[in-house]
């Protein structure tokens, strides 16, 4: 066995900072005043972790978004392909984060803490105006300082279309941003390596605070994560093909295994893109020239399980675990954070982590619990991306579909040894589009 702990796997780190958190919790928590005692000496390092997250995420998420809409500028006969796939994305994580609510909100996972919950703390409602006022703020500087994630999204958004608008002019501020968003990236994965001496303080302060038996729940909280992700695998899916599609779901499943299976047991979009881009191709039979386009940016901005449903059921779950109330206003903000705040996640490392803490804040709800969720967070990866690469699959079979890029004989037919060559196959009915728009950098 290794000893060099700085050696293994991040999530072999994971795992021991948080049995080591778990157990120095419960030592304190014996001692007798836990509370005290992690308040002097847990609590501030685990707030300056937290805060590190915080400060990342805005300026990462105005960078990608940025990048994102001006790297459209380039776009000509394929419009109308980028634009179907970014709406069917969009769509498709919205029904993720329906679903996670509406499970999250069945099993109550964060209930049954009642320590904890007789700790709730005051939060004032959530009004439709104050929500139009977070999308469209009067004040950007302030909006990135106070954390208006909503806010620089909207703002982003029209920053990019200004900057493809001017034309040439634009591309060199535009590269400018994309180096931004290169050292944000950089800068991310710094504070997720962080993430082992993180979890230890911010689970041991919850354990010295409350006693080991405060662990209990996450068994709920797992279980509602895979209710969530397999009814959105094995029901909103197949539906959407069957219906919009008009391929059978069935069929689609069992080409697209082998890259399920890959990313559940990888928990990797990133790692599982070359085996999902020769599934889509030689398996299910979409048009080279596309999935060569979309699987890669869904590879980066597509994650209905890290983006989606983990944080819709995690804001659930950290909501009845504090003793916060939520109205109607605070869950659709819950679901325009998940759905949108993808677009600002994708390609970074730990994007579940990052979509996380835009849900939390976006809705006011403490950080802090972030680190108790940590202590499962790789059991919960490994369905997470499997949703996810299931629905970086599902999307471009929908738009191809519609566009008359799908080989139905190489769907339908026999399928070959993925590490064979190219399938051949014949024409599609429609030409492929000449260019394609660059998807974004992971």
Known sequence: MNLRVWKWQFWQQIVLSLVLGVIAGALMNNLGD??????????????????????????L???????????????????RLTAKTLGWFVATSAIATAIGLAVGLIIEPGKGLGKLASES?????????????????????????????????????????ALVAIGDRGERLT?????????????????????????????????????????????????????????MLFVG???????????????????SW???????????????????????????????EYASFAQPLGATIKFDGCGAIYPAVAAIFVAQYTGVHLGIADYALIALAAVIG??????????????????????GLPLQAVGYLIAIDKVIDMARTALNVTGQLTVPVLVARSEGLLDEKVFNGRKGDL????????????????????????
């Open 34 to 59: 836990g509370e005290k005692i992690a308040g002097n000496w847990l609590d501030p390092f685990g707030d300056v972790y937290v805060s590190l997250l915080k400060v990342v995420v805005v300026p």
């Open 61 to 79: 998420v105005f960078a990608a978004i940025v990048v994102s809409v001006g790297r459209l500028r380039n776009v000509g006969s394929v419009a």
């Open 121 to 161: 703390t005051e939060t004032d409602a959530v009004t439709w105006t104050q929500v139009l006022h977070n999308l469209f703020p009067s004040n950007i500087v302030k909006a990135m300082s106070e954390g208006n994630v909503l806010g620089v999204v909207t703002f982003a958004v029209l920053f990019g279309a």
């Open 175 to 231: 590269g400018l941003i994309d180096d931004l968003y290169l050292v944000m990236q950089k800068v991310v994965w710094w504070v997720v390596r962080l993430t082992p001496i993180g979890s230890f303080f911010l689970i041991g302060s919850v354990v010295a605070t409350y006693g080991p038996s405060s662990l209990s729940p996450l068994a709920k909280f797992t279980g509602a994560i895979y209710l969530a992700v397999a009814i």
């Open 237 to 255: 899916y197949p539906v959407l093909l069957r219906v919009f599609g008009r391929v059978s779901p069935l069929t689609f499943l069992r080409n």
């Open 258 to 288: 082998p890259a399920i299976q890959f990313g559940f047991v990888s928990s990797s979009s990133l790692a599982t893109l070359p085996i999902a881009q020769k599934v889509q191709i030689e398996r299910n039979g979409v048009q080279t």
């Open 342 to 363: 993808q677009l600002g996640t994708g390609g970074t490392p730990g994007p579940a982590l990052v979509a996380l803490t835009l849900t939390l804040t976006t809705v």
């Open 419 to 442: 590490t064979s060559g190219p399938t051949e196959r014949p024409a599609p009915a429609e030409p492929a589009p000449k260019t394609a728009p660059k998807p974004a950098t992971a």
